[in-house]
């Protein structure tokens, strides 16, 4: 029996078909690297949704919605719909991690490799599972709010990474950008970040001790609300008086970067968040606030990732790094 070499350079099955995919530009990169993060913020403002309309069991199996049925059936009415309607959205999520996965590869074959896109883009498209079987175990557990709270923070951390990756993709191909170079703004911008986790935290304790279970009958930790809330009020201004001190420092050392700009813009998003938070407290938690309330912490999170990012790198200002973004 005689086998047939395949010719030098000439790839064959899959690899072949893989490569003959067109190469994709800067701007479909950043293009789907902004797709990345809205949909990893959205699907904490669905899953939101999701708790805030008790829907929370509308499904109350995984992966099956239900005993002998995949998808919701007409006798679990509008919470059904809601619930499984957002198990659809992780599809959607795995599609845009994995579309960004291959744009990502399909460069490393080129002139202009993107590897600084790589990690993240696998980080994200790997943990996307791993998410979906966690949302399970909130199921099978009847909604415990510690697994909850810990569905939520994978997410949070998700959107960190997706903000990571849209700014590498806003970097000209082939391009690294040089050092901040001053180590103590760059700690006060991971103490800052490290703020953010620590009230985002909390803001996962006190949602978790009080009335939005995701559905009438779920346990809450028992914890006392009112005092939850005061040590996350405490850590929010912990946190503010960091930020202010990061947009201080940068501007008193005379950083090159964006650092400034960046911390301005996470003091705002503090101070919306702050006013929200006060006003759903003294209102009772209503449902809307609360949904808004979480849509400012995917905000923030974006906004604290970018601030200790901006710390680390100035923008690409070569005239190499410049010509590759034609």
């Known amino acids: 029996m005689t086998t047939t070499a395949t010719p030098p350079g000439v790839d064959s099955g899959p690899r072949r078909l893989f490569h003959r995919l067109p190469l994709p530009t800067e701007r479909t990169l950043r293009g789907l690297a902004v797709a990345s993060l809205i949909t990893q913020a959205g699907i904490i403002v669905t899953g939101g949704a999701v708790r805030l309309t008790d829907s929370g069991l509308g499904c109350p199996d995984w992966p099956h919605c239900t005993e002998g049925s995949l998808t919701s059936t007409p006798e679990m009415g509008s919470h059904g719909v809601i619930e499984f309607g957002n198990r659809l959205l992780t599809f959607v999520l795995g599609a845009v991690a994995l579309a960004m996965l291959l744009a990502v590869i399909r460069t490393l074959r080129s002139d202009r490799p993107r590897r600084d896109l790589l990690y993240p883009s696998i980080i994200l498209l790997g943990v996307i599972p791993a998410q979906a079987f966690i949302g399970g175990i909130t199921v099978w557990t009847d909604l ?17 990474i997706a903000t990571v990756l849209v700014r590498r993709s806003q970097r000209p191909a082939g391009a690294l950008p040089p050092r901040v170079g001053n180590p103590w703004l760059e700690r006060l911008g991971l103490l800052t970040l490290i703020g953010t986790a620590v009230a985002v935290y909390l803001g996962t304790v006190v949602t978790g001790s009080g009335p939005h279970a995701g559905d009438p009958d779920s346990k809450r930790t028992g914890l006392d609300v009112a005092l939850v809330t005061q040590i996350h009020a405490d850590a929010v201004l912990v946190l503010v008086g960091l930020s202010i001190g990061l947009y201080v420092a940068a501007r008193a050392l005379g950083s090159p970067g964006r650092t400034a700009s960046a911390a301005l813009v996470l003091i705002g998003v503090e101070a919306g968040q702050g006013v929200i938070g006060v006003v759903q407290y003294r209102l009772e938690l209503p449902e809307l606030l609360v949904g808004l309330h979480m849509l400012g912490a995917a905000l923030m999170i974006m906004a604290a990732v970018d601030a200790w990012y901006s710390t680390r790198w100035l923008p690409s200002t070569t005239p190499d790094a410049l010509s590759g973004n034609r």
């Open 144 to 160: 415990n709010p510690w697994v909850v709270m810990f569905h939520f923070l994978v997410s949070a951390v998700l959107v960190g």
